[in-house]
């Protein structure tokens, strides 16, 4: 009988301490910010540590309204009930004023319940899925969403490549040919250019990313090729990038226009002879240094804080989080929500992506804030800005060179 | 070995039962993150005790995750299409999954070990790329959202849900482990040749087991549904609701209700517990306790206890291993 | 048994004849499908090994190639290398560590209930999943080599052929195990071990060492295979995982212990595949294809009475 107690007792003790923890932090005397990302992650882990960057950054000058700032970061684990239960600790036990981060749609699904029942002022960065913006829903006026959605992100490619292709007439952009990956992300990017882009030819075929245990794109490619697509696009995954180029490569295609669309890009693409000329979507890269001076200020703190560069735009968006919340409670003068509220959706934020971020209701919610990636292109090893032409920072190369270079 | 397994449950599963209450009805005054995780862990919990149950036959199933995003599906599709109230879906899809799991069990069921094994997980990853590939039904790779969740997602009152849930679970779980299907399923297990030639119709046995398993399994997943909201291909079959209920029950012990529900609270609580602490790498902390909980307690928590119980009463049984053959 | 060799026969007849269809249709996804397959066996040998001889299912299968891929990495990377001059300091790191886990880990859960090695083998792939992304985080990383993207042109269709290497590889880890198995005193004892443990304990083998050799020989071919991987695909953290699941579903297809029909359930796999690719729009269901024809040969050979 004994050790059955000790069990139980065990049992109590480790179920308790969970309970227990955290139970009391004291009076709200610093302003409290929770963030959930996948620390797991390279989008995660350097958007947080952006947002810790910018919270250090406020502190350093006297913080919010002379309070100081803390940031609460937990793992989402990207799981959906990990990402919830996160929320639920954020707003109950860690007492935060305002929520940031995100990353994953799938994750972000699992956690708009939590929000909508704490309805705190809720800065996300992540999440392009139109399935979560319906999930959010209307009149929710403490939700503000960074990320453009996935139809926002379509319709950008589609005002800039009409830009694009007017300024310079050379640029034929009416054969359009999609690889897109099988699942949630790609299939979403190639539902929206085909409403999109109506006007034009389409064509697309999917392939199995190597994210998701695959890797082999020579059938997808074959289909390209044979299709002779003036503009070639692929939406996967980093880890799909250089092998596609390779058997692109293999098979000698190489469209005029070679566009690849992942979140993010591996490690030392740049420096591979096949990046030249590949066309990208973005929000942010190191080029824009030249044309911001908040990104050139925020990429020189975050090299020299972390001493790695930041991978994706995750990074500086986490960054940005946490600014904007800063500049609406400064000019609210008070940590009224409603007052908050009313300056974040009048704010005019000069943000490291370049950008001056507003929000303005999109589909279904009221305040979204960015509604563009950019076009950019490596050249020389480096992603440069096409598009928006505000912000470019090179001129386009075209065609894209041929194989035999 | 089923003397060990019977003689020392007399008074010990009621003080055990008690206890289990308490632990249940804690959270219900503690707020809403610990009945988030409370509902985590019975969720796992309830997919670990399904999985234990049907491993008392010998079979091993690695298809938790498709009969589990199978039942989330049907709950999602019941729910839009069929107009069933959130709580009632819990039931449907139970059903749903109960019958899929009846006929392809009538026909994967002769398979053993392994080969049993492989085939319930392409089942479940084939469950996935129907779920992913029927864009009309399901909303494809992007999901679907539930028309309204459960109790409007009322933190007690889903807890509440769940915990009924979980005790209906371990009370069929315990009338498997008393009624005549436990002999016979152990018989299965313990040596099949013979418990068909003492007239023990394995088929039958084992295909009530694997549909009743399976139909739990679609059950918790239909409350996942309900709890979040929503269905994607990617989460609702994620491998991690295979893969995790068994390290749980592997860690509190096989073979019975209470090793799985003891796994399931010490890693689910665990798990939690350790990333506030680590928030970079608290998985790797994670696995390591998985590995080092393997190699110090072959037989799981529960296993080692009932172990010096049987040593403190000087118990001894000719056949101490009551591992898989 | 000679019902189930007929199988076999009659198996490899029908995707020859397959096989050949294809290639008039359409002579690239017969190439890509048998590249493919060389890559599904080269992998899923090691496993077939381990599962035969040491009779544990290693759920850490994939990330200790993804490990051997970051060992190779890292060299190439470090010393300037091209990554394949790393390939023979990589196999022997791997076999020791091999040796290492064997001893230090599964060694150590032969005792208990059989389940329990699944399990330590999920946890050792958490653990090593976890330290390398700890160490390198999950941002993928992959050299650039030109003579990946080496291709033949056949009159006007171009090819990559790189991935021939695979079938190579698979061909050379094939008869290397075969002649190891059959040829070695060594081999001879494992394939006692695989038998019959008991028996092979009673007439003086050595069960532990035979295990360890085993397990580490299995680890140093995936030291092989990691550092080719590498040079084709992208690697991550997470990039080994759903070689484990492949290639568990393709020795339980081949059917436990027999290594030459791995590589035929390869090709059956690959090709399929590669030949519903090569549909318009039918990319989405070749993981169903996949599967399918898994639980497919395992139900034919149940029912054949084969059933181990």
Known sequence: ?405 | MSSIEQRPRRRAPWVFAALAALLAFLPLVAGPYPQTIARSVLTYMMLAISWDMLIRSGQLSFGIAGFFGLGGYAAAIGATYLGVPPVLTLVFAAVVVGVVALLIGAVVLRLRGMYFAIVTLALAEIFRIVMHNWSSLTGGPNGMLLPRSAFDGNSVATYLMMLVLAAVVIGVSEWFRHSRIHFALTAIRDNETVAASAGVNIYAYLLTAFAITSGIQGAVGASYAQLFGFVTPESSFNVNYTLIPLAMTLLGGMYGTWGPVVGAVLLGVVGEYLKLFIPYGHLLVYGVIIVLVILFMPRGIVGLVRGHLERSRRTTTASEKGGAA | MTGFKRLQVALSVAAGIAVVALFLWRPTAVVYGLQRAGLYASIALPMALVLGIVHIVNLAHGEMMMVAAYLSYAAARALGIDPLLALVPTTIVMFIVGIVLYRLTISRTVDGPELNQLILTFGIAMVLGQAVNMIATSQPRKISLDYVSASATVGDVSFGVYDFVFVALAAASLAGLYLFLKKTRLGQAATAVGQNPRGARIVGIDVQRTYTIVFAISAALLGIVGTFFMTKFSIFPTVGGSYTMRSFSLVAMAGIGNLPMIVVSSVILGVSEAAIQAVPHGGGWSPLVFFGLIILAIMIRSFRGGRA
């Open chain 1, 1 to 405: 009988m004994r050790s059955r107690t000790l069990l139980a007792v065990a049992l109590v003790l480790v179920a308790g301490m969970a309970f227990a923890n955290g139970a009391q932090e004291g009076a709200a005397e610093p302003i409290r910010m929770g963030g959930v990302w996948p620390l797991g992650d390279i989008t995660g882990e350097q958007g947080s540590k952006s947002a810790q960057l910018a919270v250090d950054e406020l502190n350093a000058n006297g913080g919010i309204l002379g309070r100081p700032v803390e940031l609460v970061v937990i793992d989402s684990e990207f799981s959906p009930d990990k990402g919830a239960a996160a929320i639920e600790r954020l707003a109950t036990i860690e007492n935060v004023d305002f929520f940031i981060g995100g990353m994953s749609s799938g994750v972000h699904l699992g956690q708009i319940p939590a929000l909508k029942r704490y309805r705190k002022i809720t800065m996300w960065t992540g999440a392009a899925s139109h399935l979560a913006e319906e999930a959010i829903g209307p009149d929710q006026d403490w939700y503000f969403h960074l990320h453009p959605w996935d139809y926002n992100q379509g319709a950008s490619y589609v005002e800039g490549w009409t830009a694009i292709a007017e300024r310079y007439p050379d640029i034929a952009i009416d054969r359009w040919f999609l690889a897109y990956e099988e699942g949630a992300f790609g299939s979403a990017s190639f539902e929206a250019t085909q409403q999109l882009f109506s006007d034009m030819e389409i064509s697309g075929e999917s392939f199995q990313s190597a994210a998701a245990g695959g890797g082999d794109y020579t059938a997808v490619l074959e289909r390209a090729k044979e299709y002779d697509p003036d503009v070639f696009i692929w939406a996967g995954y980093d880890a799909d990038a250089l092998p596609i180029m390779e058997q692109a490569r293999a098979i000698d295609f190489a469209p005029p226009l070679f566009v690849g669309a992942p979140p993010g890009w591996p490690a030392s693409f740049g420096e591979s002879g096949l990046a030249e000329g590949v066309t990208l979507y973005g929000m942010w890269a190191p080029s824009l240094n030249s044309v911001s001076d908040v990104s050139a200020h925020y990429y020189q703190s975050y090299v020299s804080t972390y001493d790695e560069e930041p991978a994706t735009y995750f990074a500086p968006l986490g960054y940005t989080a946490v600014m904007i919340l800063a500049q609406a409670v400064e000019a609210a003068g008070s940590m009224d929500q409603d007052a908050i509220i009313a300056e974040l959706q009048n704010i005019e934020y000069d943000s490291a992506l370049g950008e001056t971020i507003s929000f303005a209701p999109s589909r279904v919610i009221s305040n979204q804030g960015i509604r563009q990636q950019k076009i950019l292109q490596w050249q020389g090893g480096e992603q440069q800005v096409l598009w928006p032409f505000e912000f470019a920072t090179s001129e386009p190369e075209y065609p894209f060179p041929s194989w035999d270079r």
